[in-house]
């Protein structure tokens, strides 16, 4: 009899073991389970004001408002075709800086240098069409 009664005790004792290791691991899923729902619900508020923050940007980076506060805050104007160039002989050659010093490019290849693409300069009619252009572009202006 003795031995019922210790192999009864023995057998509650491991079920009530059981049913609070279940109460426990139930009781951590679910608040695990509620730490999970409030970073997906923060997720989401950030990804909305993510959203909200891009569509501004968008709005306040639009063109027209730029130019309309460069013209108002700035002084600045849009550029004519009269105050870029007027001839083509008012290009510059292109310029480099060598220790400190600016130096006009030579057009003509370097005799040590490897031989490369022949550079070729625009025609006496090239030149007067880019002219004529200009200046029918500052006839519209």
């Known amino acids: 009899m003795r031995l019922f009664r210790i192999s009864n005790i023995l057998s509650f004792l491991v079920a009530t073991i059981c049913g ?3 109460f426990w691991t139930s009781q951590a899923v679910q608040h695990k389970e509620d ?6 619900h923060k997720l989401t508020q950030e990804t909305e004001t993510i959203r909200v ?3 501004e940007w968008d709005y306040l980076n639009r063109p027209q408002r730029l130019e309309q506060l460069a013209r108002d805050q700035l002084g600045m104007e849009q550029p ?4 870029v160039v007027s001839a083509a002989s008012q290009i510059p050659e292109p310029m480099f800086e060598e220790e400190g010093i600016m130096q ?3 057009m003509e290849p ?4 490897a031989p490369k693409a022949e550079i070729v300069q625009p025609s006496k009619a090239e030149k007067q069409s880019f ?3 200009i200046q029918n572009l500052s006839g519209e202006q």
Request: charged share 15%; no cysteine.
């Open 35 to 40: 730490q999970l729902s409030e970073i997906r």
């Open 131 to 133: 002219e004529t252009l």
């Open 80 to 83: 004519s075709a009269k105050g």
């Open 53 to 55: 923050l891009s569509v």
């Open 104 to 106: 006009s490019v030579s």
């Open 20 to 22: 609070v290791l279940l």
């Open 110 to 113: 370097a005799i040590h240098a």
